[in-house]
Nanobody, 124 residues
Framework: QVQLVESGGGLVQDGGSLRLSCAVSGSIDRLNAMGWYRQAPGKQRDLVAGITITRGDSTNYADSVKGRFTISRDNDKNVVYLQMHSLTPEDPAVYYC????????????????WGQGTQVTVSS
């Protein structure tokens, strides 16, 4: 079992920066990957950035945020961050932290866990 708690959302001006945090607890020894997703009203939930622990913390990003957002992980604090720069009116949404965890008995099976989400709002 994994528990995820997001924080750091809020109001930021157009072109500004914000850093989201995701505190991870539980079966952290069996984490395969972490990711940040976002969902705006009436829109689907899409991947923003991912980091794959089992592949040496390799990262991947949605095309819309490449060069602006950075995902990183603090192993000592068990926290995953999303650093966001140059925020635009396309970025406001609820941002969700996601964890993919391998099974204790069947390691090739994977379980998904979600945080409660944190709101990001961009103002002019």
């Amino acid at each position: 079992q994994v528990q995820l708690v997001e924080s750091g959302g809020g109001l930021v001006q157009d072109g500004g920066s914000l850093r989201l945090s995701c505190a991870v607890s539980g079966s952290i020894d069996r984490l395969n990957a972490m990711g940040w997703y976002r969902q705006a009203p009436g829109k689907q939930r899409d991947l923003v950035a991912g980091i794959t622990i089992t592949r040496g913390d390799s990262t991947n990003y949605a095309d819309s945020v490449k060069g602006r957002f950075t995902i990183s992980r603090d192993n000592d604090k068990n926290v995953v961050y999303l650093q966001m720069h140059s925020l635009t009116p396309e970025d406001p949404a609820v941002y969700y932290c996601n964890a993919r965890v391998r099974g204790r008995i069947v390691s090739y099976q994977e379980y998904r866990y979600w945080g409660q989400g944190t709101q990001v709002t961009v103002s002019s």
